[in-house]
């Protein structure tokens, strides 16, 4: 009898237990979101998730990037159309298909000459550069013609822009001629 009274006060004792731990709390104190303007102390933080609010900066950057090519012209790739009498110099790459252009007022002879940024810029001492069949356009900086029949001009570090004045450039080194 003993052992049914203690086995009956465990169950009941176990039942209170539940019973109290299941009862609702009361909320009204727990710490909850709010917004800036709602609460007297309040840092700003957006507790509404679907309306974010940015804080801080993102750093982006641009696929475009500053590209160079060196050896232009030189290499058994390189071709030329030739230069009898012509006031442009070119040279096509056969396996890329890169055409480099210098073009002078005149028949160039040799010389230094200013690269200039538009083919209006041309005159005497002046040369105009395109990379690409006239995609990328010199900046300025100098070339170098040497030779009278076979002629060929040679340049090194050549900013080209797609416009003058735009962020990114190819920087070309090498030389066009012609034979």
């Known amino acids: ?5 203690l086995s009956a006060l465990s169950v009941l004792v176990i039942g209170s237990i539940v019973f109290i731990s299941c009862k609702p709390k009361n909320d009204n104190d727990a710490i909850t ?3 800036k303007d709602e609460a007297p102390n309040g840092t700003g933080g957006n507790p509404n998730i679907t309306n974010v609010t940015t804080t801080g900066t993102i750093n982006t950057t641009s696929t475009q990037q500053n590209s160079s090519m060196s050896g232009v012209g030189v290499g058994a790739a390189w071709t030329s159309p030739g230069c009898a009498g012509q006031t442009c110099l070119s040279n ?3 396996s890329t298909s890169t055409t480099i252009t210098i073009c002078f007022s005149s ?3 040799p010389g230094t000459y ?5 083919s209006a810029g041309l005159g005497t ?7 690409a069949g006239s995609v990328w356009y010199s900046s300025a900086g100098t070339i170098t013609v040497s ?32 034979i």
């Open 107 to 109: 028949a160039p002879a």
């Open 147 to 178: 030779g009278t029949g076979p002629i060929t001009a040679t340049f090194s570090n050549i900013s080209c822009y797609k416009t003058p004045g735009s962020f990114y450039s190819v920087t070309v080194s090498g030389q066009v001629g012609c």
């Open 125 to 131: 001492g002046k040369a105009f550069m395109t990379v």
């Open 1 to 5: 009898m003993k052992k049914l009274i």
């Open 114 to 118: 200013t690269l200039v940024n538009s």
């Open 33 to 35: 979101p709010t917004y």
């Open 92 to 94: 096509v790459n056969t």
